[in-house]
């Protein structure tokens, strides 16, 4: 195990090479390869909807920062979400020429073109829909900037409330490192919230210095983005052993350039895309040998094939049908996984065979994320869950309590990604303003 | 054995009927040498005018408009002529015609409306060796404004006389290249052959603008901070070109008149269409200028690869085929009723179809919900074919003959008996006494 610090030098030498862009030479070219389809596919598999065949036309005719302001009108979370979404599963899925004629026009990577021409100091302007409204956001997660942008857009004053000393949310701190270069996520934090009706507040947490009920009573909604703060545990022996970390986390230490300790021979446990953002960095961190093992077969993996390919790529190991059962140590510190090979059978996964033992010196975890402990303590006490133990909303995003609105990833309506926190958070706004433009405040 | 290219046109002969226009990649024996060297079949040899030569502008001399992956689809120039001496270019054409005896090589002139420059120059022309002589009366920019190019072949008298001055001089054929800015070319072309023409050649390029400079505010090509207009050519003006050759070769008086064909011509195919209608040979100048000289390789092999399968042995089994079947629109069938139809099997749900109809036509196309893919309704589809011209996927949309029944969007039973537009109820013609209308008939 050693330890080391992601500085610039190693940012720029071993993690920008892994960033994807369109060649400006090329770009012209791929705009010109979109058909411009009415009613486009592509569009509906955008959760944020956004007129991909309107910005594309708009960067074809030589207006990349017009493709930009329309990108942005459908998603103000445009510039991530270029970075971090998963297009192979959702636009570019969907793209009429996935399957012919060369493939899916490179949406994403057009996006990207795009956002980099917007001159992110640029103030959006505001209506006055919503003026005399004051709403407390919780959480600068993509939820909680989204909403809080939206609403000073329409007027509404807006205080934000972050835990962190920072906005941005799993944005800032859980994505990979080589997908968010050259301080995007921030740059993209300080455009959405600098505008005169939001008033950013860091460093103050729910629970402790800040209460829903007093929320409630001072303002006239209240939006909870408060993001999963608790990591998922295996439930397996050796769990506490030191070497054994939770992925997020250490991406967001790592992130800020903090010091991280990098194993040898470094095993991740999980199939999602923080399970293949973790494996990749760690490669690229220096760990000799990466595997991943899922308990499931890899289709079954949350990671697209394509992010599943970009491990490989790295030299990161897949494996599929393994279960760890259990984390074994020496003096406290990680030296072995045992691990279950399963199978299915008739839908159901079962253990097949011996399990078998690897020499590990570094575990993460990365079965996702969960509400904080903290959640049902009586400040949340009266607010509904499901049955993940997420906050419960409805299709507008309300929570049971009247004016209180959730969104992101801490309500279970949708997958955990960047552009579901920003569709939910358009429609929480968008029943927020119906809801809030009819009533008075309660006093 | 492969079908016979070998070319003949007016007497001169060629070992295929590819000839480079008179332009810059027929302006020295540096070119034309790697023209034949590629294959070309002739040249016509950049326009000579008599000394002192023209100057040309030193500032960009070509605009261009790009389309998608920014391939040239337009292309437009203010070059003038030669403007080297012509005793120098006469040296040249000697010399490269007595090292390629085979290849045909013409000679384009621009001379002012002065007996004695003729009498002159075309003696001197013939004795390099050269096959004959096109006048060039066509060029819409600086040089009409001396009278010459266009402004000669505009004024169907001027033609007229300039061919009969031409002919006058010279035992070689002339070929009288005509310029599109013209109401009728069929005017022009009747001018060349009472002056005594040999031949016409066509179209020269067409007066244009081909775009603006919105920083600068002046068109393109800019020089200066000015723009002019200039010769356009390229892909673009194929159709418009294509039409005046066929004008003229249906044209009863006309269509005896050898055509060498000129305006967009970059394929095999664009080649086989100008001779379908009416070309016994083919100018290339654009396709050249923009890719090399090696695009004979593709029209040549191209053009024989379509013989074959077609079953053609030699350029007259297909040269002219067209020409019977273009027709005045009052002669279309008005019974021939078609449908568009897609396959449902080939349409990827783009919806262009659709919105183009929908907006802009009949409505007569919808989105099956379920599908997600695009249907015609027969009731309203007109046949106008609009759907087939937007619709990304080769063969995805095909209009499709009614040949019986009744058209469910007339509601009028198919007659399998033709019907035009003179036969028509509607037609006013038909109603009033005729020859009221059309003045004494002719």
New interface residues.
């Given amino acids: 195990m050693s330890t080391v610090t992601l500085d610039t030098a190693r940012l720029e030498a071993r993690f920008r090479p892994l960033e994807e862009s369109l060649p400006e030479s090329a770009v012209?070219?791929e705009a010109?390869r979109c058909?411009?389809?009415?009613?486009?596919?592509c569009v509906v598999a955008c959760p944020t909807s956004i007129d991909i065949p309107g910005f594309i036309r708009a960067i074809a005719v030589g207006q990349p920062r017009r493709a930009a302001e329309r990108i942005l009108q459908a998603n103000p979370l445009g510039a991530s979400c270029s970075r971090v979404c998963p297009v192979e599963t959702l636009c570019e899925q969907h793209c009429?020429?996935a399957?012919?004629?060369g493939g899916a026009v490179r949406i994403g990577l057009l996006q990207r073109q795009a956002m980099a021409h917007f001159s992110f100091t640029q103030q959006s302007e505001s209506l006055a829909i919503m003026s005399g409204k004051r709403v407390a956001v919780v959480g600068a997660g993509p939820a909680g900037m989204t909403v809080a942008h939206l609403l000073a857009e329409v007027g509404c004053g807006v205080d934000v409330f972050e835990a962190k000393p920072f906005a941005g949310g799993l944005n800032e701190s859980g994505i990979a490192a080589y997908k968010m270069l050259d301080n995007a996520a921030q740059q993209e934090a300080n455009f959405l919230l600098t505008h005169a009706l939001i008033r950013l507040h860091c460093g103050v947490a729910l629970g402790q210095s800040l209460h829903l009920q007093q929320l409630r009573r001072d303002y006239d909604g209240v939006f909870l983005g408060v993001g999963l703060q608790g990591q998922q545990r295996l439930g397996i022996a050796g769990e506490n052993l030191a070497g054994v970390f939770s992925a997020v986390p250490y991406i967001a230490q790592m992130r800020r350039g903090e010091p991280v300790s990098v194993g040898q021979t470094v095993l991740v446990i999980g199939g999602g895309m923080t399970a293949m953002d973790i494996a990749i960095q760690a490669r690229l961190l220096g760990a000799r040998e990466v595997h991943v093992c899922y308990r499931r077969g890899v289709e079954a993996m949350g990671a697209s094939a394509r992010e599943q390919q970009m491990a490989r790529d790295q030299g990161v190991y897949i494996h599929d049908y393994l279960r760890p059962i259990a984390i074994e140590g020496k003096a406290g510190i990680c030296q072995s996984v045992l691990l279950q090979p399963t199978a299915l059978s008739e839908g159901r996964l079962i253990d097949v065979g011996e399990p078998l033992r690897w020499m590990i010196d570094q575990v993460f975890t990365a079965i996702g994320q969960c509400m904080a402990d903290s959640v049902g303590e009586e400040d949340m006490a009266d607010l509904h869950f499901d049955q993940w133990g997420k906050i419960a909303v409805d299709a507008q995003f309300r929570t049971n309590l009247k004016g209180i609105w959730a969104g992101g990833d801490c309500t279970g309506r949708s997958d955990d990604l960047t552009v579901h926190a920003v569709a939910d958070a358009k429609a929480a706004v968008l029943s927020m303003m119906v809801e809030l433009r009819t009533e008075e405040k309660e006093s | 054995m492969k079908p016979d290219l070998r070319s003949e046109f007016v007497g001169i002969t060629s070992p295929n009927p590819f000839w480079l226009a008179s332009a810059p990649p027929t302006d020295r024996a540096e070119n034309v040498e790697r023209a034949f060297q590629a294959g070309w079949g002739g040249v016509v040899w950049k326009t000579l005018g008599i000394d002192p030569p023209v100057v040309n502008v030193n500032g960009p001399r070509y605009g261009f408009w790009q389309g998608?992956?920014?391939r040239v689809q337009g292309f437009n120039n203010i070059e003038l002529i030669s403007d080297r001496p012509i005793a120098l270019n006469l040296a040249e054409i000697k010399a490269m015609k007595s090292r390629w005896p085979d290849r045909a090589m013409v000679v384009s002139v621009m001379f002012p409306l002065d007996e004695a420059v003729w009498s002159e120059w075309l003696p001197r022309i013939e004795a390099t060796g050269a096959d004959g002589i096109e006048l060039n009366l066509g060029c819409p920019h600086g040089m009409s404004e001396r009278g010459m190019g266009s402004a000669m072949g505009q004024a169907p008298e001027l033609v007229e006389m300039v061919t009969r001055l031409a002919k006058a001089h010279t035992h070689l054929p002339v070929i009288v290249k005509l310029t599109p800015n013209v109401t009728d070319i069929t005017w022009s072309a009747a001018a060349a052959l009472a002056g005594g023409a040999d031949a016409v050649s066509l179209i020269n390029t067409i007066n244009s603008i081909i775009g603006v400079d919105l920083e600068l505010m002046a068109p393109m090509p800019t020089v200066d901070g000015m723009g002019t207009h200039g010769g356009y050519c390229g892909p673009a003006v194929k159709p418009i070109a294509l039409n005046m050759v066929a004008e003229i070769a249906r044209h009863p008086s006309l269509g005896k008149m050898s055509i060498s064909g000129i305006g967009g011509v970059g394929t095999w195919r664009d080649a086989a269409e100008f001779m379908a209608l009416g070309a016994t040979n083919i100018q290339v100048c654009t396709a050249a200028m923009l890719y090399g000289f090696r695009i004979i390789d593709d029209l040549t092999e191209g053009l024989q690869d379509w013989m074959t399968e077609q079953g053609y042995t030699c350029l007259a089994d297909f040269a002219g085929r067209a020409v019977p079947h273009v027709t005045d629109w009052n002669q279309l069938n008005l019974n021939y009723v078609t449908k568009a139809q897609i396959d449902g099997a080939k349409c990827?749900?783009?919806?262009?179809c659709?919105?183009a109809c929908e907006d802009t036509s009949h409505q007569a196309i919808e989105?099956v919900v379920e599908t997600?893919r695009y249907v015609v309704r027969a009731q309203d589809c007109v046949g106008c074919n609009l759907c087939v011209a937007v619709c990304?996927?080769v063969d995805c949309i095909r209009m499709e003959r009614m040949e019986l029944g009744i058209d469910p969007r007339t509601g009028v039973p198919i007659s399998p008996q033709p019907s035009n537009w003179t036969e028509h109820p509607n037609n006013p013609l038909l109603q009033k006494d005729a020859s009221s209308i059309l003045g004494q008939g002719d």
């Fill in positions: 012209l070219t010109d058909y411009y389809c009415y009613d486009a596919p009429v020429r399957e012919h004629d | 998608d992956n920014r990827i749900g783009c919806g262009r659709h919105i989105r997600g990304p996927v």
